[in-house]
């Protein structure tokens, strides 16, 4: 029984969040935004732009900031999390991909790096190539890698 009043709070909390996205992305919202700031500027006279005045504004303003924060951050969150579980299905799905790419946002700021150095070195071979239809991956790296490391005594192994 708990753990359905737990999926429930948090089922709650997600459709709060997807509609209160979708509700502060739409133009209702802007022009809603728009009309409570034509509001309050028309009332300046009014209060004789007094420091209670421009506190209504600023108070207002602070909060609904501070609450659109995390709103915001929820929202890239499960983007950024549906665009990796999008750009694995691809990865997963190419015959000549590497598999090594998936899940590649867990590793670390120094091994994402040394991934792009590598990347950056596919590149520039890819330059040189007559065919532009030609490519190169990782596994093919790594064939030439251990290719190098058996005819050149000289380079270290790191096995």
């Known amino acids: 029984m708990r753990k359905s009043k737990e999926f ?12 209160a996205t979708k509700f502060t992305g739409s133009s209702v919202a ?3 935004a728009t ?8 009332t300046g006279p009014l209060f004789n732009y007094s420091e209670t005045w421009q506190l209504v504004i600023n108070t207002g303003t602070t909060i609904i900031t501070f609450l659109m924060v995390f709103l915001i951050q929820k929202a890239q969150n ?4 549906a665009i990796q579980l999008k750009l694995n299905e691809l ?8 598999n090594r790419m998936v899940d590649i946002e867990d590793l670390s700021e120094r091994e994402l790096d040394q991934l792009h150095k590598f990347y950056v070195t596919i590149a520039a071979l ?10 190169h991956s990782i596994d093919v790296a790594k064939q030439l890698n251990e290719i190098k490391l058996q005819t050149n005594k000289h380079f270290k192994s790191n096995q």
Do not use: R
């Open 91 to 98: 990865i997963a799905a190419q015959n000549g991909a590497s």
């Open 35 to 42: 009309a409570i700031v034509l509001g309050w500027a028309l």
């Open 30 to 32: 802007f022009i809603a």
């Open 8 to 19: 429930k709070k948090s089922n709650f909390f997600e459709q709060f969040a997807n509609a």
């Open 126 to 135: 890819a330059k040189k190539e007559a065919d532009i239809h030609c490519s």
């Open 78 to 81: 499960k983007d950024g999390k």
